[in-house]
């Protein structure tokens, strides 16, 4: 395994473990991480996958399992597909476009989740209506954390590139 690969993977499992600290609700590495993934190993195929819903798997096994995991899974496996179609070209808008987007479809697919199966809410129109309402609290912070986290890994990763030449891309 090369040194990028491993540098790669290890961002993604040190960025799983941010979730073990202390943090506001919602505040996680999670979705940056999963966009970090696909767009550096999207190419991979399976690893690009399988290494943060791992990372997410682990850290769950320390943090407990929860209602709605499926969603949460399915949702940073969608992030990762973003990830990888999105910024086969890097750029800080397109980035920061990703994970805006990514934020915004966790919210949704999580929240109606919750609604479609947790029991909390009604399942009529207004019981999902109500289900987003409670949300939008938590969304603030998702979106923050997928912003500032998405700064931290790929800015980290691009300023780590010039600086050791063995995590730079071979030219073809």
């Known amino acids: 395994m090369n040194v990028r690969i491993l540098t790669l993977l290890s961002a993604i499992v040190v960025a799983a473990a941010l979730r073990l600290v202390p943090h506001p609700p919602n505040f996680t590495p999670i979705g940056a991480m999963a966009l970090f993934s696909g767009?550096?190993?999207?190419?991979?195929?399976?690893?690009?996958?399988?290494?943060?819903?791992?990372?997410?798997?682990?850290?769950d096994l320390v943090l407990g399992f929860y209602?709605?995991?499926?969603?949460?899974?399915?949702?940073?496996?969608?992030?990762?597909?973003?990830?990888?179609?999105?910024?086969?070209?890097?750029?800080?808008?397109?980035?920061?476009?990703?994970?805006?987007?990514?934020?915004?479809?966790?919210?949704?697919?999580?929240?109606f989740g919750m609604w479609l199966s947790s029991g909390f809410y009604p399942r009529t129109l207004a019981g999902l209506e109500a289900c987003y309402v409670a949300a939008i609290p938590f969304f603030q912070n998702t979106l923050a954390g997928d912003l500032v986290f998405?700064?931290?890994?790929?800015?980290?990763?691009?300023?780590?590139?010039?600086?050791?030449?063995?995590?730079?891309?071979?030219?073809?």
């Open 150 to 172: 998405s700064a931290i890994l790929f800015g980290g990763f691009a300023l780590l590139e010039r600086k050791v030449p063995a995590l730079r891309l071979k030219a073809a």
């Open 39 to 59: 767009a550096y190993l999207g190419r991979r195929g399976a690893i690009a996958l399988v290494a943060p819903l791992a990372a997410l798997f682990l850290s």
């Open 67 to 111: 209602h709605g995991m499926a969603t949460v899974y399915f949702s940073t496996a969608l992030v990762v597909l973003i990830g990888w179609l999105a910024l086969q070209r890097r750029s800080p808008l397109r980035i920061g476009a990703a994970a805006i987007t990514s934020s915004i479809l966790f919210f949704v697919l999580t929240n």
